[in-house]
């Protein structure tokens, strides 16, 4: 958990490692792995997010809807069905 509020000293401040190590009496080596660690997993959180979101679009955008209640094609009558 340290390490990722270290990492994001230099993630958030947008200063550079070898400059934050030397603030903080730390391992140039054990920052850069904790910056790199941490924007991965940035990364990471983010795409996840992202991910259903995208699907839900692409769904809405290429599936007709049905005239009669504005829902997507067959799988809507199956729930409808199966209520």
Known sequence: MQDTK?????????RNVPEVASELSISQEALYRWVKDERIRLEAASSVNEGPLN???IRDTTLPKSKENGSHGRIASKRGNAS
């Open 6 to 14: 270290l990492a994001h000293r230099v993630i958030d401040s947008g």
């Open 55 to 57: 699907l839900l679009t």
